[in-house]
């Protein structure tokens, strides 16, 4: 079963709390991880997230300051 839109948004907002600027790399980094893994809807719901998280900080101001 695949996560649901409020969840992936759930879920890239988290990560971006606490990662930060390096949120992309984190969600990148574990769709990799669970694709080694053979676990491929895991990655793709990573991948998923992923691009969540680029459309949240797209809409960021560029202050430098994350939240």
Do not use: C, F
Not at 13 to 23: D, N, P, Q, R
Not at 52 to 61: F, G, S, T, V, Y
Request: glycine share 8%; hydrophobic share 45%; net charge negative.
């Amino acid at each position: 079963m695949s996560a649901s839109a409020p969840d992936v948004q759930a879920t890239a907002l988290l990560v971006i709390k606490h990662h930060g600027a390096s949120a992309e790399y984190y969600a990148a980094g574990r769709a990799d991880e669970l694709l080694d893994a053979g676990a491929v809807q895991g990655a793709n719901t990573w991948r998923r997230i992923l691009v969540e998280i680029e459309r949240l900080q797209a809409m960021e101001p560029n202050t430098g300051a994350r939240h």
